[in-house]
């Protein structure tokens, strides 16, 4: 009997320690699975900054770290290119590359000693494939040297309402004092898309300069152009410092978004689902449409007459209609005579206590001036 209780005890020795071991490994994938998911989580979510905003008001739709000095890499060049265009009107113009745009490190355009490029190729080389010697070549093509292109850079970063940004070279390289902010960023941004010939830079995939054997094609890194709807630009960036960075440009039904991703792990597919939440959530609505305001009239056939926007105003709104906008209007009283059209005051619309749109009020009827009959 005691023997039969020992090989009964054993064998249910064997068994609970396999189930203590299959236990083990169960818990253990399970951690590592979580570790994995939390390790990648991590890389996505953590670091960085975004955000996204419409094109033509600026309205933010939603951000993170907006405000965080970063470094921005490559997506320098979209300020580079902006203020290029600002001094040169002519990019058919030839440059005779500089020594100093020879040889510069990182992704480059391979310029030579005694190359001459237009302004335009340069311009296409500089923000397809990220040209840093191509970069170098424009600056000093536009200024002496590279720290007064530098102060052109800055003093165009100041234009475009960019407050906490300094850069200090056309390209990007890493240098502690060369930062920006995804806020400033996107205004910049949003300023170089009012310029049709960066706009259609930038929403180029592949372009060919030269002839023969002297053909130079450019292709351009930014997938976005390829792989998301509505896609119309701009810029890719990355250095060990800056980590991923990611600027890029979508319109859908004639609302234009811009988003700024820095240090995005995976900032291809952060940029197409916060774009993809903006084109979701948002549509642009004239803010003003429908509305009206009573004038008064002095010595006129009638004592009052309707006002209304000279223009409605479009804007980004929540579809959800969640957001509660205050419209304020300041008007004079008119003297008649007058005709329709004449304006006669000022209607603001507030998005709390910020102003978001001002419009002209007009009259939408003549009124004639009250004669002496009229009188009586």
């Given at each position: 009997m005691d023997n039969i209780h020992q090989n009964v005890y054993g064998k249910n020795k064997k068994r609970l320690r396999g189930v203590i071991w299959s236990a083990l490994l169960v818990l253990s994938?399970?951690?590592?699975?979580?570790?994995?998911?939390?390790?990648?989580?991590?890389?996505?979510?953590?670091a960085g900054a975004y955000i996204v905003i419409e094109r033509t008001s600026g309205r933010v739709l939603f951000s993170s770290n907006e405000n965080l000095k970063m470094y921005p890499a490559s997506t320098t060049k979209i300020l580079t290119t902006l203020?290029?265009?600002d001094k040169v009107k002519d990019?058919?113009?030839?440059?005779?590359?500089?020594d100093k745009a020879v040889g510069v490190e990182g992704s480059s355009i391979y310029l030579k000693k005694g190359d001459k490029r237009s302004v335009k190729e340069l311009l296409y080389g500089l923000m397809l494939r990220s040209g840093n010697d191509a970069a170098v070549a424009l600056a000093l093509y536009v200024s002496p040297d590279i720290e007064q292109f530098a102060k052109l850079m800055n003093d165009k970063a100041k234009e475009c309402g960019a407050e906490n940004s300094n850069f200090v070279n056309?390209?990007?390289?890493?240098?502690?004092?060369?930062?920006?902010?995804?806020?400033?960023?996107?205004?910049i941004s949003a300023a170089a898309m009012k310029n049709e010939t960066f706009r259609k830079i930038v929403s180029t995939k592949t372009i060919v300069f030269g002839e023969g054997e002297n053909k130079r094609y450019y292709t351009n890194k930014n997938k976005m152009l390829a792989t998301f709807e509505g896609a119309t630009?701009?810029?890719?960036?990355?250095?060990k410092n800056s980590g991923r960075c990611l600027v890029s440009s979508a319109m859908r039904d004639d609302m234009e978004l811009i988003c700024v991703v820095l240090n995005r792990y995976d900032m291809w597919n952060d940029s197409k689902n916060l774009l993809n939440r903006g084109f979701n959530e948002f549509e642009l609505k004239p803010l003003l449409e429908g509305y009206e305001k009573e004038v008064n009239v002095l010595k006129g056939k009638s004592v009052?007459?309707?006002?209304?926007?000279?223009?409605?105003g479009l804007y980004p709104v929540k579809k959800d209609g969640s957001d509660k906008f205050e419209i304020k209007a300041k008007v004079k009283t008119l003297k008649a005579p007058f005709k329709a059209g004449t304006e006669c005051g000022t209607v603001e619309v507030y998005?709390?206590?910020r102003l978001i749109y001002r419009q002209k009020l007009v009259t939408i009827n003549s009124v004639e001036k009250k004669s002496f009959f009229d009188r009586f």
């Open positions: 994938f399970v951690c590592l699975s979580q570790l994995w998911d939390s390790v990648a989580f991590a890389k996505t979510n953590t203020t290029v265009l990019i058919e113009q030839i440059v005779a590359i500089d056309p390209n990007g390289l890493h240098d502690d004092n060369h930062y920006t902010t995804a806020s400033d960023l996107a205004k630009g701009i810029k890719t960036g990355y250095t009052s007459c309707k006002a209304v926007p000279e223009n409605t998005d709390g206590n």
